[in-house]
């Protein structure tokens, strides 16, 4: 089974949607702030790597005791596999995939704001553990006052513990899956969940109490 399958398979495609989390907010899906806005660009290393720190916090605990972390790499394009050569460059100059062992595909849909037809190439792959901080790098840096910039989204998947990571920027993570796992990060971060959702969060997982 390819890993695209298995990842449709065990989370559909709606986490591909803008704010995941409220598409997966009834099953039990979790939004983290990592960290305010960066109102200036001075400000911005600072955000950037106390977000990082956090990220890094929850993301290791979802991935304690694994040796491999599954990848999928969104960048939105004009529909040709060329405008994926920026980071299939960069993945390889930090050692995430090979020549041979990533996926690659092509879909196209109609964006709901300007009605247009937009395309979105997606890579995935597996890469060991040791690469977390790199990825979490790749999928929280959104801006060009830090390099390196993937400008792309980045999801990471625990497929045997059915959990997902979204970290969208500096700001936030959004976290689905399991409810039985997600109720585990509930407990253990619940100063790190996002207050403005927090209520819809409770609701849910009140029912594990």
């Not at 247009?116 to 977390?132: R, V």
Request: charged share 30%; glycine share 2%; aromatic share 16%.
């Amino acid at each position: 089974m390819s890993l695209k399958t298995e990842i449709e398979k065990k989370f559909g495609d709606d986490f591909f949607k803008n704010a995941p989390f409220y598409h997966y907010a009834n099953n039990g899906a979790l939004r983290f702030e990592l960290e305010k806005y960066a109102i200036k660009d001075d400000e911005y290393c600072s955000y950037f790597f106390k977000s990082l720190k956090i990220a890094e916090e929850i993301v290791k605990e979802i991935f304690k005791n694994e040796e491999k972390i599954t990848i999928c790499i969104r960048h939105y394009s004009n529909g040709k596999a060329i405008d994926s050569k920026y980071i299939l460059k960069l993945a390889k100059e930090f050692s995430l995939i090979t020549k041979k062992n990533y996926e690659f595909s092509i879909n196209s849909d109609i964006d709901t704001i300007d009605n247009e037809l937009i395309y979105s190439n997606y890579i995935y792959f597996q890469t060991d553990i040791k690469h977390l901080i790199t990825l979490l790098w790749f999928a929280i840096n959104k801006t060009d006052i830090i390099r390196p910039i993937s400008y792309s989204d980045v999801y990471l998947f625990n497929l045997e513990k059915e959990i997902l990571c979204y970290p969208y920027d500096e700001r936030g993570m959004d976290v689905i899956g399991s409810e039985i796992e997600t109720n585990k990060l509930f407990n253990k971060f619940y100063n790190y969940l996002l207050d403005c959702d927090l209520k819809l969060m409770k609701n849910f997982h009140k029912k594990f109490d």
